[in-house]
């Protein structure tokens, strides 16, 4: 079926690094934007990062640029975000999700995964 | 970047009520709005886009309206399953959320 799924998220200390993980299927991923969205503990949600559908485009949050990096393999199905300098205020559920509009972005977003939990502490 | 506030916050009703949650953006803006529903331990889901048009599959008792600073969100005839937080989005900005919960 059409889903998301992330992976990767954990535990890891202030100033460390990790790499979430999405995996796409049920479509075609390599027609869609994609973004990352986060959400701290008990928080509203927060857009974080987007990647156009060939990962020609790419736009980050203020809070993140500079220390979050994403890409995407089209082969494999996959999007991915690499997330360095990690702060404690980094820490959220991280969610994957599908803009609604096919080799545009609307800023739509009508497919989410459940999220991957990602604690940054000491 | 455009700032997104909701009202009211909290918000305690029965299944059945009429109820209205308001977005006001800090200048005006297109039609480019979305909102989405949230139950506790789940993903968002997108209810409405493009500020009053319904997404695939979501009840006809959600509608959407408003333009320039103020949208609204209306459930018609508030349902069981219909207790969540409603987030409001404009482009890459959401709105704090609204918390819906049984009077």
């Known amino acids: 079926q059409v889903q998301l799924v992330e992976s990767g998220g954990g535990l890891v200390k202030p100033g460390g690094s990790l790499r979430v993980s999405c995996a796409a299927s049920g479509f075609t991923f390599s027609d869609y934007y994609m973004s990352w969205i986060r959400q701290a503990p008990g928080k509203g949600l927060e857009w974080v990062s987007y990647?156009?559908?060939?990962?020609?485009?790419?736009y980050y949050a203020d809070s993140v640029k500079g220390r979050f990096t994403i890409s995407r393999d089209n082969a494999k199905n996959s999007l991915y975000l690499q997330m360095n300098s990690l702060r404690a205020e980094d820490t959220a559920v991280y969610y994957c999700?599908?803009?609604?509009?096919?080799?545009?972005?609307?800023?739509?977003?009508?497919?989410w995964g459940r999220g991957t939990l990602v604690t940054v502490s000491s | 970047d455009i700032q997104l506030t909701q009202s009211p916050s909290f918000l305690s009703a029965s299944v059945g009520d009429r109820v209205t949650i308001t977005c006001r953006a800090s200048?005006?803006?297109?039609?480019?709005f979305a909102w989405y529903q949230q139950k506790p331990g789940k993903a968002p889901k997108l209810l409405i886009y493009a500020a009053s048009t319904l997404q695939s599959g979501v009840p006809s008792r959600f509608s959407g309206s408003g333009s320039g600073t103020e949208f609204t969100l209306t459930i018609s005839s508030l349902q069981p399953e219909d207790f969540a937080t409603y987030y409001c989005?404009?482009?890459?900005?959401f709105g704090p959320g609204t918390k819906v919960d049984i009077k």
């Open positions: 990647i156009s559908s060939s990962g020609s485009t790419i």
């Open positions: 999700a599908r803009d609604s509009g096919s080799f545009t972005f609307w800023w739509y977003f009508d497919l």
């Open positions: 200048q005006g803006i297109t039609s480019h």
């Open positions: 989005q404009y482009l890459n900005s």
